[in-house]
């Protein structure tokens, strides 16, 4: 083989690594944007230096948010002063929180115990101990 | 030409001089010595995280923030940007055969702004991180030193656009008439590359600073969302210079390592017309990603998915060079030498760094990375793996030209062995404690978190290791340039005659070839 032929077929696997790359995150990021119907809305709002829940029951939390086990929730989160990103890593819900927008994100706990909650954007002195947990409950009934 | 540190001058003659040799000089030592600078910051902080809860060395937040803002700005605008200015201020004039820089007190002006705007960095200290984003940076962020670090880098933009005019100009209109364009070696390329990405990317960054500074003096509201602003706006003008900017940050490198390879490998370069390819699609390609440092922003599917391909499209072009490194040395009679020690190196860790890249701009994958210590460890293996490493192996080739004297092979090997090691264990280990969640920008971390824990160590252990590495390089450098033996001046890496040096040319006939 000429030297262009092996550089061209080098180049071609390369290309076809990252083409099912792509198409694999496409298929996957689809799939795990899509919020199921039956999704319960918390609003989630951070600010310097906690987090606050608020469920669809009009129940505030600080800190700590509980939830049970099995159901599927979505999030709408907002920020009060500067961005701030809210983070279970367990479950791998991330989403920004940016003053003047609101995001979303949606998960479904199928463990049942304490997990943590962070902010994973730079917010200032406090940062690192932005800090909560999320408390799943076993579904009672 | 060479010898310039063995001519019995006063030094305020080096410094006033527009000689491009000179400023070149000028450019890499203030370079390095900003390196070590942000290294002790780097340093601090790792020693810091090795112990959680104890508030070991950076006894409060607020310095630890400004720590890593210091650091993360220092290695990026008084390193990366100086260093490679340097190297190109010596090397582009020879390599097109023109006897200075075009035009050299714009060049000489373009240097003296650096001081000047590390200064404000340095003495203001913000804590706003080096993305700065809004509107932390608005609101929040203590005055006076925010406003001195927007100063600051105001003045290193616009003394890197100047310097990048001057290198646009030298290499298209100074080049010597029998020397086509595509016959240019490939670190002038490289340069001439990063010079027109700067002059199209730099101005977005310089138009947000003044936005951020009249947000800041409370006269315009453009990132602030209290009176009617917007942060994203903000992120997409920092990302549209920044992620550009990597690539401004990366190609001098890989320009250096085409200077070292095929001369060290003794045989003439796979391809220039790949290399040319490579430097070109990337300069282009480098403007088609800037949106995947913004997934998590609330972008919208189909947008994330136009980032990714653009993302996505710039990794064959990186190949080709990773290529073609290969494919010259495949077969060569390679002399591993401390300036081929540390290219090869490079290369080995640059194609680790783009692997975990791939990963990054994969969507489901990014969200489980951003914004924690996997980012960290990914852009530190490309700024130390590959572009320090390349710089590194630079100055030591360099090194005999300039000073007549050869450096200790001895201690090189010591500073290779050591700066490999470290960075391997600092920035591999980073990207697990990234898996394991652990947010970048923390200045503490619950010790009951053992994993965290034992993996901070690790790294710092890495880091420390890598620090100590450069001490000998410090050694070395001064020691040899003052008691190092006498170089050969014809051949001083023992290469065999045939293969020619830039810095040997002294009339303008000379051939570019190998």
């Not at chain 2, 290399?275 to 922003?297: D, E, K, P, Q, R």
Request: hydrophobic residues 50%; proline residues 5%.
């Amino acid at each position: 083989m000429g030297h262009d032929t092996v550089e061209w077929v080098f180049v071609a696997i390369v290309i076809a690594i990252l083409v099912y790359v792509g198409v694999d995150s496409w298929i996957v990021q689809k799939a795990v944007e899509e919020i199921p119907a039956d999704a319960e809305t918390i609003k989630v709002t951070g600010q310097q230096w906690f987090w606050s829940f608020e469920h669809e029951d009009g129940t505030q939390e600080k800190i700590e948010l509980h939830l049970i086990k099995g159901h599927a929730y979505k999030f709408e989160i907002y920020a009060k002063d500067v961005m701030h990103s809210f983070n279970i890593p367990d479950y791998v819900v991330f989403e920004d929180a940016v003053p003047g927008h609101v995001n979303h994100a949606w998960f479904s706990p199928d463990q049942a115990g304490k997990f943590p909650i962070q902010c994973r954007e730079y917010c200032g002195i406090g940062h690192y101990q932005m800090r909560g947990t999320l408390v799943v409950e076993e579904n009672k009934s | 030409m060479v010898l310039e540190l063995r001519k019995p001058r006063p030094v305020w003659q080096i410094m006033f001089s527009t000689h491009h040799t000179d400023v070149a000089l000028l450019y890499t030592i203030t370079g390095v010595a900003f390196l070590f600078m942000a290294g002790v910051l780097a340093l601090m902080i790792r020693t810091h995280l090795f112990f959680p809860g104890q508030g070991v060395l950076i006894p409060d937040p607020a310095t630890f923030n400004r720590i890593f803002t210091v650091h993360g700005l220092t290695m990026l605008f008084l390193f990366a940007l100086p260093f490679a200015a340097g190297i190109g201020n010596y090397l582009v004039p020879i390599m097109v055969r023109y006897k200075d820089m075009a035009y050299p007190k714009l060049n000489a002006v373009a240097f003296w702004m650096n001081p000047v705007g590390g200064a404000l960095l340095w003495l203001g200290f913000s804590d706003t991180s080096w993305v700065s984003y809004a509107p932390y940076s608005v609101i929040r962020a203590p005055g006076p030193a925010a406003d001195m670090m927007i100063f600051g880098l105001k003045i290193l933009g616009i003394s890197s656009i100047l310097s990048s005019i001057n290198f646009v100009v030298t290499i298209l209109k100074c080049k010597h008439p029998d020397l086509p364009l595509r016959q240019v070696p490939l670190f002038a390329w490289s340069i001439l590359t990063v010079s027109l990405m700067t002059l199209v990317a730099m101005p977005t960054y310089a138009a947000s600073l003044i936005m951020l500074l009249t947000d800041r003096l409370g006269v315009s509201g453009f990132f602030n969302p209290s009176i009617g602003g917007d942060p994203i706006a903000y992120l997409h003008l920092f990302w549209f210079t920044f992620h550009p900017e990597v690539y401004i940050f990366l190609l001098p490198a890989i320009g250096m390592m085409y200077e070292l390879i095929p001369r060290f490998s003794r045989k003439p370069l796979f391809s220039q017309a790949s290399g040319v390819f490579a430097f070109v699609m990337l300069g282009l390609i480098g403007f088609a990603s800037w949106g995947h440092h913004m997934y998590s922003t609330g972008m919208d599917f189909t947008t994330k998915v136009v980032f990714m391909i653009g993302t996505l499209a710039a990794v064959p072009a990186s190949g080709m060079h990773v290529f073609n490194f290969l494919a010259t040395m495949w077969g060569g009679r390679i002399r591993f030498a401390a300036p081929m020690k540390f290219a090869v190196g490079g290369i080995a860790l640059f194609f680790s760094a783009g692997a975990g890249g791939v990963l990054n701009s994969a969507m489901p994958l990014d969200f489980i990375t951003h914004g924690t210590y996997w980012v960290v460890g990914h852009m530190h293996l490309f700024l130390t793996g590959t572009i320090a490493f390349g710089f590194v192996a630079m100055m030591y080739y360099m090194f005999p030209f300039i000073t007549g004297r050869m450096y200790s092979e001895k201690l090189a090997n010591i500073h290779f062995i050591g700066m490999m090691w470290g960075t391997v264990q600092v920035f591999f280990t980073q990207h697990l404690l990234g898996l394991e969640g652990m947010a970048r920008r923390i200045y503490d971390y619950p010790a009951e978190y053992t994993s965290w824990v034992q993996l901070n160590q690790i790294a710092t252990v890495g880091a420390w290791i890598l620090g100590g590495s450069f001490v000998f390089f410090l050694a070395n450098l001064i020691y040899s340039a003052a008691k190092g033996k006498e170089a050969n001046m014809d051949d001083p890496f023992g290469l065999g005659g045939k293969y020619y040096y830039p810095y040997q040319a002294k009339n303008p006939t000379h051939h570019t070839g190998y």
